[in-house]
């Protein structure tokens, strides 16, 4: 996994918490989608274990969009093992939700391609 900009951590989360980001590519709000500032906060998390982008990427399960989700399970996912008490409660709290399930099962297949 290769990250898509050159913003660090701080600058990430900032982007992400204020809403700094478009939509999607090319819907003229400028920015960068926030696909790609969640999949560099991850790929950080993924390499450093920072618990800033934990912490993050746990926040993001509970939001409505599907996408967010699907990224921050993955790198969850990937550290299960590495996460901090809290962070492990509310992964499994996220997996036991029923409608989940869906995304669930997307995410561990893509996984299982990496």
Known sequence: ??????????ELIHM??????????????????????????????KETGDSTAEDLLVN???????GAKFISY???AMKLEKLSDEARLLFRGFEEIPQNAGLIKKAKVHLRKL
């Not at 996994?1 to 701080?10: A, I």
């Not at 992400?16 to 998390?45: A, H, M, R, W």
């Not at 993001?60 to 599907?66: Q, T």
């Open 1 to 10: 996994m290769k990250r898509q900009t050159r913003f660090t951590l701080e």
């Open 16 to 45: 992400i918490e204020t809403g700094q980001y478009s939509s999607c590519p090319g819907n003229g709000k400028g920015g960068y989608p926030l696909g790609v500032l969640l999949n560099d906060v991850g790929i950080i998390f």
């Open 60 to 66: 993001m399960l509970v939001k409505d969009d599907p």
């Open 74 to 76: 993955c790198f969850l």
